[in-house]
Every structure is written in structure tokens, then in C-alpha cells.
């Protein structure tokens, strides 16, 4: 399995943007649908979105798709989440996500789906 790192989160205020990236480690991504869920104090995690790493190929939860965009360097072995014209509900810890395989609709915005996660990192969008 490969290992996650997020790193690009911080504080911002509404309207603001940020770009999260997440490092893959410890083998090759090819093959993988690499995802961002997020998670607001005292909610569940939720996804945002995913992209399948061999055809680049992406999907969006339906809040975000005009604002967030999700790519991936492959060289790098990076994924990134662009977020631009922030809001405050957007606040929550950021979780970069992996499995190996080609998803449909309904897995790919499972949590129980992906095998590989990373520690999070804090996104707060002030008012």
C-alpha cells in the first residue's frame, strides 16, 4: 500500500484560496484512485473528491465541483486539491485517501473504500 502525507493547510479568510497536496510514499501510484474527504468538528468524513491516477479521470462532490479542483503530478507521485472562493463551512481537516483500483460512483465516495490515509491537515476559512 502506498503511505499518504498531506501538507497545505492553514488558515485563510472567506473568498481566500488554498492548495492542499498529498505525497504518496512507498510504492508507485499507478493503478490508484487516489481522494480528499473532509471532516468538521463533530461531523462524519466526507467525501470531496477523486481522481483515477492512469487516466486522470475526475469526480467531484456536488458542493465543491466549481470551486475545488483535484489533479496529480505523476512524476511526483503528488495529488493536489486547489480550493479557491472559500467559505467558513469549508473548515474542517482535510484527508488525503488511496486504493488501488478503478471505482464507480457509489464506491468512490465511500469511506470504507479507500485502504491508505493520511494524518489530515487542518483547513480554517474565517469569516
Known amino acids: 500500500q502506498v503511505q499518504l502525507v498531506e501538507s497545505g493547510g492553514g488558515l485563510v479568510q472567506a473568498g481566500g484560496s488554498l492548495n492542499l497536496s498529498c505525497a504518496a510514499t512507498g510504492r508507485t501510484a499507478e493503478g490508484y484512485t487516489m481522494a480528499w474527504f473532509r471532516q468538521a468538528p463533530g461531523k462524519d468524513r466526507n467525501f470531496i473528491a477523486r481522481i483515477n491516477w492512469n487516466s486522470g479521470m475526475t469526480y467531484y462532490e456536488e458542493s465543491v465541483k466549481d470551486r475545488f479542483a483535484i489533479s496529480r503530478d505523476s512524476a511526483k507521485k503528488m495529488t493536489y486539491l486547489q480550493m479557491n472562493s472559500l467559505k467558513p463551512e469549508d473548515t474542517a481537516v482535510y484527508f488525503c485517501?488511496?486504493?488501488?483500483?478503478?471505482?464507480?460512483?457509489?464506491?468512490?465516495?465511500?469511506?470504507?473504500?479507500?485502504?491508505?490515509w493520511g494524518q489530515g491537515t487542518q483547513v480554517t476559512v474565517s469569516s
Open positions: 485517501a488511496a486504493v488501488y483500483g478503478t471505482l464507480n460512483s457509489y464506491t468512490g465516495r465511500r469511506e470504507s473504500t479507500y485502504r491508505s
